[in-house]
């Protein structure tokens, strides 16, 4: 499966919950969004089944995996609305079977919520993306976002978790 942004299911999504308005004309876009300077990006350890406390991978990663990332931005003094849809699919993660691992990251300057998550495979992930919990948070959180991107890939060569820095190179190269 060729990685692709979300936008797309997004675009989909949003016009089935079309509400007949029109968005305001001065949104900014996703590359205005993500050319943001996140210069004080706040990150969390990676956490889950394949680390160990500190955030360090108790083994290499298995190959293939597949590595799923998103970001998301909020409207303006959306910030707590916005979380509090996003906390349920945060610990609901953690319960999923096939989960390896999963790293958080926020900058308030950009108003960005970072997330990278690693898969046994992508079976697991889709059950988790389709689940209940994610679902419910994906339909009532986008009401407080200025925009939101997401990729996934079947990783074969990395036995260790991209950087935040690889994930953004990724998403700005798929929206080019």
């Not at 969390?44 to 990332?69: C, E, Y």
């Not at 689940?131 to 990729?151: D, F």
Request: charged share 25%; net charge negative.
């Amino acid at each position: 499966m060729q990685p692709r942004t979300a936008f797309y299911a997004l675009s989909l999504l949003l016009t089935a919950c079309d509400t007949n308005e029109d968005p305001p004309q001065d949104e900014p876009t996703i590359a205005e969004l993500a050319a943001c300077d996140e210069s004080d990006l706040e990150i969390s350890p990676f956490m889950g089944p394949a680390f160990d406390d500190t955030g360090k991978l108790i083994a290499p990663l298995p190959l293939p995996h597949v590595v799923a990332t998103t970001v998301g931005w909020h409207t303006p003094d959306q910030t707590d609305a916005l979380a509090a849809e996003t906390q349920p699919p945060m610990m609901d993660l953690f319960t999923h079977d096939g989960l390896l691992g999963a790293a958080f990251a926020t900058s308030e300057r950009c108003g960005s919520a970072r997330t990278i998550s690693l898969w046994r495979d992508d079976a697991a992930r889709m059950k988790f993306v389709f689940g209940t919990v994610h679902s419910k948070a994906i339909k009532n959180g986008l009401k407080h976002t200025q925009g939101w991107e997401t990729t996934n890939w079947s990783e074969t060569e990395a036995d260790q978790p991209p950087t935040w820095e690889d994930v953004r190179r990724r998403l700005n190269e798929l929206r080019q």
